[in-house]
Structure formats: C-alpha cells, structure tokens
C-alpha cells in the first residue's frame, strides 16, 4: 500500500558546523574557521539511522525557501 515501512513526521534543518582549534573556556571567546553545512534535524536525523537499519522510510518536515531548503530536498 505505501513505498515505506516508517514515516518521520517532524524537523529538518540545515546544520552549520564551525571549525575549532581548541574548546573555549567559560566566558572566552575564540575564532572559528571551515564552515560546512550538512542535514540535520531530529526528524531527519532519526529517518537517516532507520534508513541506514533497513527501513524503507520517508519524511514529512516543512523547509524553507532558501539554498538551505532545497539542500534538504
């Protein structure tokens, strides 16, 4: 009846990941560099690991209109 087993209703965002040399302390602040983007979102997140397990699953998240949404598309 449907092309999936499980369906994920819920978030997907656009993770933006900065590069550190070190963990700053409390309070301090240090420069960040090689910004990258990768998917993300606890519903997208939770659909690629039942994916990777083997179940033909499908996500139902809101994107924007922007490069980030359709990098989720």
Known sequence: MYDYDLLVVGSANADLVIGVERRPGAGETVLGSDLAVHPGGKGGNQA????????????????????YGRLLL
Do not use: F, N
Request: proline share 0%.
């Open 48 to 67: 690629v690991a039942a994916a990777r397990l083997g179940a033909r699953t499908a996500l139902l998240a809101r994107v924007g209109d922007d490069d």
